[in-house]
């Protein structure tokens, strides 16, 4: 009698835990739709108090959005707050981390911006979105040698992606390695022939 006396009472909980359990679910997407309604309208401080109403700080997916939410309205920090605490919830997803580069350059941190895609990097080896802007960073700020490292990782992934062939050759170009570039600019315009940037290499060359 005892036994089932324990069973009971633990079936009873394990009841009362799925209720509240769906009561809470219902409660967040409840919550998740006003604020895309919101975000939609172009109410993003309702959007954010829609959120803030049913705000978990154990919630990676609350955290994530808020993150979004507040980056859209210019709370840069508060922005890097949210994203933050998603990262340390889900330290091996990479969409925080893509999502706080956003308050960082808004800032213009670079090196934390350089240093989240890095991280991206050390988790997906291969992500071609980190390498590039990477690539793009190191170009802004004229180290063409680490720009032509990622631009290659890429253009080696994707050979015929045209952004990832117009970056490198004009890496090369930068580096005065003006066959390669030409080379590259040629399979650029074969994949976009009325691609300006691609254009404009060639004829840079030709002057």
Do not use: C
């Not at 799925?18 to 309604?37: R, T, V």
């Not at 989240?116 to 291969?126: A, D, S, V």
């Amino acid at each position: 009698m005892e036994v089932l006396k324990k069973l009971s009472i633990a079936l009873v909980l394990l009841t009362i835990g799925a209720i509240a359990n769906a009561q809470d679910y219902e409660k967040s997407i409840d919550g998740f739709q006003k604020s895309y309604l919101n975000e939609a309208a172009g109410n993003l401080s309702e959007a954010i108090l829609n959120l803030k109403e049913i705000y978990n700080e154990n919630s990676y997916e609350i955290n994530l959005r808020l993150g979004w939410l507040t980056y859209s309205s210019g709370l840069f920090s508060e922005a890097q707050s949210y994203y933050n605490k998603a990262i340390a919830l889900k330290q091996f997803a990479v969409e925080p981390r893509f999502g706080i580069v956003l308050p960082q350059a808004a800032m213009g941190n670079w090196t934390a911006v350089i240093s989240q895609y890095e991280k991206i990097l050390e988790i997906m080896p291969n992500n071609t979105i980190a390498m590039h802007r990477l690539g793009l960073i190191y170009y802004g700020q004229k180290d063409y040698l680490k720009a032509e490292k990622y631009f290659e990782k890429v253009v080696s992934l994707y050979p015929f992606d045209y952004d990832a062939l117009v970056m490198y050759a004009w890496t090369n170009f930068q580096l005065k390695k003006y066959r390669e570039a030409r080379v590259l600019f040629n399979k650029a315009l074969m994949n976009t022939p009325t691609g300006s940037s691609a254009m404009e290499g060639l004829q840079l060359m030709e002057n």
